[in-house]
């Protein structure tokens, strides 16, 4: 990339991540993409463990607030970044080494407004569950790049980019969900502008919740709760999709 890179700001939202925040800031140390271009903020939710302690050994800024609630801590980070580019990342997620680079060859393009990578498992596990493990994966690249080609995308926050300008201008995620926020916030992108599947930016995450629910129960738990947000139009919070704390 030429030095008319964009500057870049990171932003992990966190709560009680201890055992998975350094894995994922790892990653975001070793990208290619130029360092004195990028920012890493971590917005924690008064975890009780040692996540913010770990995560001021890699980030420029940890933020610490009171509320529960992943959208206000994306949004906390929204207002505190300097960057051009927004990238919203999960902490137990890690970016592939070109992640962030390949991301803005595609913001090059001065239509796209919004963007996600493309999604792998992140553990090892027995060979039934990695076969499951790479459909499910499949299925969620295919639906985001099939929804972003008719304009209405559907994109996880897993590692998810916009320009800040567009995120405040749309007033960023809705923080009265603890569930389809990221599905609400891209549908909001789409109506803005070009959305995309970068699928050269590459991000491993971890399967943890479908691990702990069991994969039927995890299914019918998300579309639960999207039929209340899309068909009812009502807000499920942290009681109806709660956080998946570490064993």
């Known amino acids: 990339m030429s030095t008319k890179d964009p500057f870049v700001s990171i932003i ?3 709560f009680c991540e201890e055992k998975n925040i350094e894995w994922c800031l790892r990653s975001l140390k070793t990208q290619r993409f130029d360092a004195n271009n990028t920012e890493i903020i971590v917005v924690d939710s008064d975890s009780s463990d040692d996540t913010r302690a770990i995560a001021k050994r890699y980030a420029d800024k940890v933020i610490n607030i ?8 994306r949004n906390v980070g929204a207002q505190a970044a300097k960057g051009e580019i927004l990238l919203f990342l999960d902490a137990d997620t ?21 963007l996600t990578g493309s999604l ?8 039934f569950d990695n076969v499951f493990r790479f459909f499910h994966y499949t299925l969620l690249n295919q639906v985001a790049s099939f929804t972003a080609h008719l304009g209405f995308p559907f994109f996880p926050t897993v590692c998810c980019a916009c320009r800040k300008s567009l995120f405040h201008q749309k ?22 502008g070009k959305c995309l599947v970068n ?5 491993y995450t971890s399967l943890r919740r479908i691990k702990k629910n069991g994969r039927m129960k995890n299914y019918l738990l998300y579309f639960r709760n999207y039929f209340k947000v899309f068909i009812l139009n009502q807000k499920p919070w942290i009681h109806d999709f709660p956080h998946t704390a570490e064993n």
């Open 12 to 14: 992990v939202p966190t």
């Open 66 to 73: 009171k509320e529960r609630g992943v959208s206000k801590a």
């Open 94 to 114: 890690i970016l592939d080494t070109r992640f962030v680079d390949e991301m803005c060859r595609s913001f090059t393009d001065s239509k796209v407004v919004c």
């Open 120 to 127: 792998a498992g992140l553990e090892n596990l027995g060979m």
């Open 171 to 192: 007033g960023g995620f809705d923080e009265g969900l603890a569930i389809a926020e990221d599905l609400v916030f891209s549908l909001k992108m789409g109506r803005a």
């Open 199 to 203: 699928k050269q930016a590459k991000a």
